[in-house]
């Protein structure tokens, strides 16, 4: 799976549990960056502050971010 497939997932589980506030920040970075590399980085950057600041919301995601964070690293090793 992509990193635009998990971060879709990861909206999906956000609007299910009432996470609003939390999903537009994560689209909020996303929207500020210019290229793929630059929206993936951002967005990452707004997980882990999502992990560090809403603990219990970064569970409800936390197997998405995961697969984020290994499909986006991977797509940038090669």
Known sequence: MSWMEDLYV???KLDA???????KEIIKA???GCSDG?????VLQQLVRI????A???ELIRGEVESF????????MH
């Open 69 to 76: 964070i290994h499909a986006g690293g991977s797509s940038y």
């Open 51 to 54: 992990k560090r600041e809403k």
């Open 10 to 12: 990861i909206y999906q």
């Open 30 to 32: 996303q929207l500020n």
């Open 56 to 58: 219990p919301v970064y």
């Open 17 to 23: 549990n009432s996470c609003q506030e939390v999903k």
């Open 38 to 42: 630059t929206i993936y980085f951002l």
